[in-house]
């Protein structure tokens, strides 16, 4: 594998179910980061992970939940979702936070909450 | 607020040239971004500026004027495969990734 990779690429879920989205990166970067894409609307950055520590929470619902085990595994918990939490996530990579580095991003899990 | 402005929706000719613009307002600038986006895949990184002018590469060039906060993304030789949604990003003062909407992109043949 190689780049950035997410699993599963698509997902329907009931609001009462937990499920969780995973995003690996083999570019030996140290951040990671998660977005939420909406049609025809600007991706929105959700959480920012550097060296496994959380640098970044946008103001995002508990009911999202993000976890960092290490620098190249980063996961997205989901419970209690609502219907307008359906969205493509998108997770990306870049060697560190410095401003000129480019983000590398995975094809990104296309969620449904029912 | 902050904000990146794009147009929605561009059409082009297979061949011709087209100009994609962006102009933000934002606190503070440390740099812009555009990006390529098939329809169903990931974003792909295309350019950074952080100093006026033009950058050209291969096909693609990108401009930006930080006095008037304003880039383009100008496309050369146009292929069908080029037909994508195109993302304006903006870094502000607090190192902070700002996105536009994005500009799809058709190409006709």
């Known amino acids: 594998e190689t780049g950035v990779t997410q699993t599963p690429r698509h997902l329907v879920m009931g609001m009462t179910n937990k499920k969780s989205l995973k995003c690996e990166q083999h570019?030996?970067?140290?951040?990671m980061y998660w977005y939420k894409q909406s049609a025809k609307k600007p991706l929105e950055l959700m959480f920012v992970y550097n060296f496994k520590e959380q640098t970044e929470n946008n103001s995002v619902p508990s009911r999202f939940s993000p976890e960092c085990p290490n620098s190249s595994h980063l996961f997205l918990h989901l419970h209690t979702l609502q219907p307008e939490d359906s969205a493509l996530y998108l997770c990306?990579?870049?060697?560190?936070?410095?401003?000129?580095?480019?983000?590398?991003f995975g094809p990104g899990t296309r969620l449904t909450v029912l | 607020g902050q904000n990146i402005d794009q147009p929605t929706e561009m059409t082009a000719t297979e061949g011709a040239i087209v100009q994609i613009n962006c102009t933000y307002q934002?606190?503070?600038?440390?740099?812009l971004f555009w990006y390529q986006q098939h329809a169903g895949e990931a974003p792909t990184f295309l350019s950074y500026n952080v100093l006026d002018g033009l950058e050209e590469k291969g096909r693609f060039s990108s401009f930006l004027s930080r006095s008037k906060g304003y880039s383009y993304l100008l496309l050369k030789e146009l292929q069908m495969k080029d037909s994508a949604s195109y993302l304006c990003a903006v870094r502000d003062s607090n190192y902070q990734l700002i996105w536009g909407a994005g500009t799809k992109l058709i190409i006709k043949p």
């Open positions: 570019l030996g970067h140290n951040a």
């Open positions: 990306a990579s870049s060697q560190d936070l410095e401003v000129y580095n480019e983000q590398f």
């Open positions: 934002t606190s503070g600038f440390n740099g």
